[in-house]
């Protein structure tokens, strides 16, 4: 059974930061490229960042480009996404999500494997 598991969200006032985490079992983490999505209440799940599988290509949207920074540590089956100078548009559930296909891929549609997400608040 895959579980991907994300912990570290929570209340943070804007201009803070917070590192989020993502434990992967039950799937050969190194032949998955990964990424971090996030869905605000009434929005649909975009994509925020995604890795190759061994860390050669990362992607970033637009909207956080700068201030995140995605990561892998395929020893320990574990995805980061470090958070800095966050807004209060960033608002929204983070959730970690995992694909065989080759390539990166920033489409919800393409992911194999998904986290039930985890909250992150900004206030301003």
């Known amino acids: 059974q895959v579980l991907l598991v994300e912990t570290g969200g929570g209340l943070v006032q804007a201009g803070g930061s917070l590192r989020l985490s993502c434990a992967a079992s039950g799937l050969t983490f190194s032949s998955y490229t990964m990424g971090w999505f996030r869905q605000a209440p009434g929005k649909e799940r975009d994509v925020v960042a995604a890795i190759s599988r061994i860390a050669a290509f990362t992607y970033y949207s637009d909207s956080v480009k700068g201030r995140f920074t995605i990561s892998r540590d395929n020893t320990n089956n574990t995805v980061y996404l470090q958070m800095n100078s966050l807004k209060p548009e960033d608002t929204a559930v983070y959730y970690c999500?995992?694909?065989?296909?080759?390539?990166?891929?920033?489409?919800?549609?393409?992911?194999?494997?998904w986290g039930k997400g985890t909250l992150v608040t900004v206030s301003s």
């Open positions: 999500a995992a694909s065989r296909r080759p390539a990166i891929t920033t489409t919800p549609n393409d992911m194999d494997y």
